[in-house]
């Protein structure tokens, strides 16, 4: 019997224990989590009714695999449905007239997101219309051209983020749609960020791909090998991500696996390269679980402070290692009603989007969610309000992160009427706080191999997830490298290279 610890309970940790323990009886899985609720970052927080997703999740893929897994786990639908009636299933089903146990979980919903910049919407990628000519204007449209012309005829070396966007869409188009917003997400210039980012958040996009898909959609030309990020539809659950990895999380319970939750890992004790046992404190008591194997979604900083004998030159660069952090203010409000005539279907309010990113440099909030064009479920009164998220990037313990939670929220408020979205009253609101949400490309990540080669080294460790490898993974990369695990741990091989390269396909990820 393998006794195998997880650390993390989020689409990595749970979908390595299910693939651990499904068909296998060798296996006794045991899954550290520090918080209350299992997902990770794609958890769902649930407040006075209304459902938030932490930074949304899309359920898209392009790997089989994981597809058959989330349809093994919940229901799809087999077509997109209009909001009108999702509406009537929502009312429906808090009317108690529905059994949700016989209804499609899985949604599949449009995609939308936009640019909001200068006060107008922009499609993203953007597309060259009439509406985005118009928005433009006629001379800076000419001066986009003329830039994107001389990126095409004149590379920049890709030595960092700004030149990689530079050669994809021009300086104009760079300078307009990508430099603001990449600055407040990372809080670094993109001229100090390792372009490998970009290879892995806009895999395959550029003016060409953007200029193809345009046409092959006005000339109904379908195209079976369309990026991801120019995709219409995606899955999702009624009550967020968090509803699957709930539902992943009580099927591996009745498998035989355990789920400690509010249980932080605070010690990882090795010998001869060796994890022999993990400690983890609960309610402020600390108890020591021993392990065969050990797998960490943890991030790969903290793994290494807590773990015992690491070489000097392995923790200067583990501890450099950045992230960002991550605060959403929820907002609720009667109606948003930014834009006429929507041609998208939407509950109320004519904004179809599922959020949208937000270039002004004038305020410090980064994307702007709207959480009925998710899922109407996700909100109580989706009919008669609006529930929002204020998405804001940080870094844990500076001036914003220390803010209280009514100054978060006042701020949400003025920066809403700033740009134009609301001035109103706010029916209700709350903050969520997420550490290490993003791992970042910038300082020491430059060395990153150095821990990856020493963590090779010891014979029972697994590292996943995107705080596992420190990749900037989606969803369904996080899930598939949960798959490679198990897979390794049942073959009895620590052959972590396929771990530490689940995300290297540039074709396969969307910016988010």
């Known amino acids: 019997m393998k006794n195998i610890v997880i650390a993390g309970a989020g689409p990595a940790g749970?979908?390595?224990?299910?693939?651990?323990?499904k068909g296998h009886k060798d296996c006794h899985v045991t899954i550290l989590e520090e918080k209350s609720i299992v997902g990770g970052i794609s958890r769902t927080e649930e407040y006075h009714g209304n459902h938030m997703d932490i930074g949304g999740h899309r359920f898209f893929t392009k790997n089989e695999t994981v597809l058959n897994f989330w349809k093994d786990i919940l229901p799809m639908q087999g077509k997109p449905a209009l909001d009108e009636k999702l509406l009537g299933i929502h009312r429906d089903?808090?009317?108690?007239?529905?059994?949700?146990e016989k209804e499609d979980a899985?949604?599949?919903?449009?995609?939308?997101?936009?640019?909001?910049?200068?006060?107008?919407?922009?499609?993203?990628?953007?597309n060259l219309t009439m509406k985005t000519i118009r928005n433009m204007g006629l001379l800076t449209t000419f001066r986009c051209g003329l830039s994107y012309l001389k990126a095409s005829l004149w590379k920049k070396e890709e030595s960092n983020l700004e030149n990689f966007y530079i050669n994809r869409f021009g300086n104009e188009l760079y300078e307009m749609f990508f430099k603001g917003y990449t600055t407040k997400l990372w809080g670094r210039s993109p001229k100090e960020i390792d372009s490998s980012w970009g290879s892995q958040r806009v895999k395959g996009i550029s003016i060409s791909k953007v200029l193809s898909d345009y046409f092959k959609r006005l000339f109904h030309i379908k195209d079976t090998k369309k990026e991801v990020s120019l995709t219409d539809y995606f899955y999702y659950p009624k009550l967020g991500p968090g509803e699957f990895y709930e539902l992943l999380a009580h099927k591996i319970e009745k498998m035989g696996g355990e789920i400690y939750r509010n249980s932080r890992v605070v010690k990882i004790h090795k010998k001869n390269q060796r994890i022999v046992n993990v400690t983890y404190e609960k309610e402020g008591k600390r108890e020591v679980l021993p392990c065969d194997q050990f797998v960490s979604s943890m991030p790969m900083k903290d793994l290494l402070e807590e773990m015992n004998s690491v070489p000097k030159n392995v923790l200067d660069v583990s501890n450099h290692l950045p992230y960002r952090d991550f605060v959403t203010v929820g907002v609720l409000v009667p109606n948003l009603?930014?834009?006429k005539n929507s041609s998208v279907a939407t509950i109320h309010g004519n904004i179809p989007d599922n959020w949208l990113y937000i270039q002004d440099t004038s305020v410090k909030v980064g994307r702007v969610q709207v959480f009925n064009n998710w899922s109407p479920y996700m909100v109580e009164d989706p009919i008669h309000t609006m529930w929002i998220g204020m998405e804001y990037f940080c870094l844990e313990g500076d001036s914003f992160w220390k803010k209280s939670d009514e100054d978060l929220k006042k701020i949400a408020k003025?920066?809403?009427?700033?740009?134009?979205?609301?001035?109103?009253?706010?029916?209700?609101?709350?903050?969520?706080?997420?550490?290490?949400?993003?791992?970042?490309?910038?300082?020491?990540?430059?060395?990153?191999?150095?821990?990856?080669?020493?963590?090779d080294t010891i014979d029972n460790l697994y590292c996943i997830g995107r705080n596992g490898t420190h990749s900037y993974n989606?969803?369904?990369?996080?899930?598939?490298?949960?798959?490679?695990?198990?897979?390794?741990?049942?073959?009895?091989?620590?052959?972590?290279?396929?771990?530490?390269?689940v995300n290297v396909d540039q074709s396969y990820q969307e910016e988010k």
């Open 14 to 21: 749970l979908t390595c224990a299910y693939y651990l323990l």
């Open 93 to 100: 089903y808090h009317d108690g007239k529905r059994d949700p």
């Open 106 to 126: 899985m949604l599949i919903r449009n995609r939308i997101s936009r640019i909001y910049y200068h006060q107008k919407f922009f499609d993203y990628p953007v």
């Open 337 to 339: 009603d930014l834009e």
């Open 414 to 455: 003025r920066e809403l009427k700033k740009i134009g979205f609301y001035d109103g009253t706010i029916l209700d609101s709350c903050v969520i706080k997420e550490k290490k949400a993003y791992p970042a490309y910038f300082d020491s990540y430059k060395d990153i191999d150095v821990v990856r080669n020493y963590i």
């Open 474 to 501: 989606n969803m369904d990369h996080s899930i598939l490298s949960g798959m490679i695990c198990a897979d390794l741990i049942h073959k009895n091989s620590h052959d972590l290279e396929a771990l530490w390269n």
